[in-house]
């Protein structure tokens, strides 16, 4: 079956200018997870969705950032006034269940911000 | 605060050599995850361990939870280049979010 996808896969934006980030997740599926990576780096954790519901937002780095979840299936992470520091690659994961440790990732969004 | 570290942080070996890959805590994790991340993709889930002491092979690699599930190890037997990639180890301490360590990069050479 399909499985995690993500649109666009590359965004150059200019320094100030908002950006939505998409995300597909594996269908039934009903957890969503958004993490950010800086080359060669490990995943910070940005936000978790459990159906269209968020109950942890604080790995979000500013209020620059936020995210939503529609339908329980796809999922936009929104960069408003982007900033240098905010280039790095984005990756959303889907879980079966909010109890499943497994995540399922997308190839990511890679993001520079000129 | 790093919860999950790995060491080494880069490591380059030849083809046919062993090693040996480490993700340690001071926290205990309720399951451990390793994912291997190839340029331009994203994580590819390996492997979960969820009881101390647990020892899981796949194929040319074990991964071991230690006692205490507070770390764990990934062994690569004979590495090949198709191994090359970005080992992640993350855990989870409950259901939701995971903690990633910053990874070890493996370079295989041929």
């Known amino acids: 079956g399909a499985g995690v996808s993500q649109s666009p896969s590359n965004k150059v934006t200019e320094k100030g200018k908002d950006v939505e980030l998409r995300c597909d997740p594996i269908?039934?599926?009903?957890?969503l997870y958004w993490y950010r990576q800086s080359l060669g780096q490990g995943l910070e954790f940005l936000i978790y969705?459990?159906?269209?519901?968020?109950?942890?937002k604080s790995g979000l780095p500013s209020d620059r950032f936020s995210a939503e979840r529609t339908g329980g299936s796809v999922s936009t992470l929104t960069i408003q006034r982007t900033q240098q520091e905010d280039s790095a690659v984005y990756l959303c994961?889907?879980?079966?269940?909010?109890?499943?440790?497994?995540?399922?990732f997308g190839p990511g969004t890679r993001l520079t911000v000129t | 605060t790093q919860l999950l570290e790995q060491s080494p942080q880069f490591l380059s070996i030849q083809e046919g050599e062993n090693l040996t890959v480490y993700c340690n805590s001071s926290?205990?994790?309720?399951?451990l995850q390793w994912y291997r991340q190839e340029p331009g993709e994203g994580p590819v889930l390996l492997v979960t361990?969820?009881?101390?002491?647990e020892v899981k092979k796949l194929k040319r690699l074990t991964f071991q939870f230690g006692d205490a599930r507070k770390d764990s190890s990934l062994h690569i037997t004979a590495a090949q280049p198709g191994d090359t990639g970005l080992y992640l180890c993350?855990?989870?301490?409950?259901?939701?979010?995971?903690?990633f360590g910053d990874g070890t990069t493996l370079t295989v050479k041929p």
């Open positions: 993350a855990g989870a301490r409950g259901a939701g979010k995971s903690t």
């Open positions: 269908s039934g599926h009903t957890a």
């Open positions: 969705f459990q159906g269209n519901s968020a109950p942890d």
């Open positions: 361990v969820v009881t101390g002491g």
């Open positions: 926290s205990v994790f309720s399951s």
């Open positions: 994961a889907s879980s079966l269940r909010y109890t499943s440790y497994e995540q399922y």
